[in-house]
């Protein structure tokens, strides 16, 4: 007789070995489909906005956000412009380096001398690199053109299926619904646009702070008198997204740089940029999100394995799946950490809220359900101190004898 668990085992390891092998087959539709998903989630909130209102003013909220979406285009593509004058600069300025130069104020420190000492001058290491029998740099330049030129490509599918999938949320959501049996769809309802608005929430952050980031160093070490603004400020935008390391690695890219710019390092840039990253960790980033949930080691992990093993379209991808699965072991453990029974007055409050949310989700609320769910509210409260436990533990046992005796 077949064993019924070793079955049911056997049948999940060959439903998950066929999951990866069909996501290794349509490995681009899939990372296009979840992208669509988080982008639709970060752009949910202006159509939440819009919906409801007037044509007029729908039309003018409309138009307000192309402008600045073109705006913030033109100033992507200006600023694409001047990064690539900078590193036509930081390729000829590598190249042409026969030895490395510390900066007057470096020449006095033995740790920088002993470091440049064992590293070989610039120029070679790039000549290495780039020559016909170096395989160091020109493959992964290929490969991230390439992957790049793919990524930028499927933007435009990407935006199309995001508004797709926010002008039919509950088309989509009756559509995966109908998959489930009928006791699972109103709890996966709710972990799913749980998940939808973290993910929505998670987005706009990074979105921010990416770009306020990038805004804010490359303004200063422009002042500072970099040579490569734009580049110093994008390199350590995008390595502040990385949680625990984000902040050393932004430290060695503004020293690595500062030090192929020779002279032109002054010691206020690497301290500029210190202090910028930490009054945004400490003050800024703080306020815009918070989540008790989140797990910053979860997100690199989960950043270091998607990247080595799927690529780099992937890598875009493992925020939103970190976050999701954060949120879903968030929902497991608290169940799991619940080890005594409900009493009778949580019981009621917690029917009570699956019924707002099971209420709220009708477009037109009729006046007579919303004055009874209130009128529950108040009987639910007035009840509390008869039905919750830890009250009637502070009454007093002769009132208690008393009351018992006038009833008798």
Do not use: C
């Amino acid at each position: 007789m077949i064993d019924k668990r070793a079955l049911t085992y056997t049948a999940a390891f060959a439903v998950v070995v066929l999951a990866i092998f069909l996501l290794r087959q349509i490995s681009e539709v899939v990372v296009y489909f979840l992208l669509s998903l988080v982008l639709g989630a970060v752009l949910r909130p202006l159509a939440d906005f819009l919906r409801g209102k007037n044509r007029l003013l729908s039309v003018f909220v409309i138009a307000a956000t192309s402008l600045i979406l073109i705006g913030l285009g033109y100033a992507l593509y200006l600023s694409f412009m001047l990064l690539s004058d900078e590193l036509n600069l930081l390729v000829n300025t590598v190249s042409n380096l026969k030895q490395w130069y510390l900066p007057v104020w470096m020449e006095r420190l033995s740790f920088p001398r002993t470091l440049i000492e064992m590293l070989p001058p610039p120029g070679q290491v790039f000549e290495i690199a780039t020559t016909e029998s170096g395989q160091m740099l020109l493959p992964f330049i290929q490969d991230l053109s390439l992957n790049l030129v793919s990524v930028l490509s499927g933007l435009v599918i990407v935006i199309f299926l995001a508004l797709y999938w926010i002008g039919s949320e509950a088309s989509f959501e009756r559509l995966w619904l109908s998959l489930l049996s009928v006791e699972h769809r109103q709890k996966a309802r709710i972990i799913w646009r749980k998940i939808d608005a973290n993910l929505g929430d998670y987005g706009r952050h990074l979105l921010v702070r990416f770009f306020l980031t990038w805004l804010l160093i490359s303004i200063g070490v422009y002042y500072l008198r970099s040579p490569y603004p734009i580049l110093l400020g994008l390199l350590v935008a995008l390595v502040n997204l990385l949680p625990i390391i984000g902040f050393v690695l932004a430290f060695l890219i503004t020293l690595t740089i500062g030090l192929l710019s020779s002279i032109l390092f002054y010691p206020w840039l690497l301290v500029y940029v210190l202090l910028v990253l930490a009054l945004l960790n400490l003050f800024v980033w703080p306020k815009l999100y918070q989540a008790k949930w989140d797990v910053p080691i979860l997100r690199l992990l989960f950043l270091l394995i998607i990247g080595e093993t799927l690529g780099l379209r992937w890598i875009l991808l493992a925020p939103a799946l970190a976050v999701t699965l954060q949120i879903l072991w968030d929902g497991v453990s608290s169940s799991l950490r619940m080890q005594k029974p409900l009493n009778k007055i949580e019981s009621l409050q917690i029917h009570r809220q699956l019924l707002v949310q099971a209420v709220s989700d009708l477009e037109d609320l009729p006046p007579a359900l919303n004055q009874n769910l209130q009128r529950l509210e108040e009987l639910i409260e007035k009840s509390s101190q008869f039905l919750d436990p830890e009250l009637s533990l502070t009454l007093p046992d002769s009132t208690a004898t008393g009351d018992y005796q006038d009833a008798g």
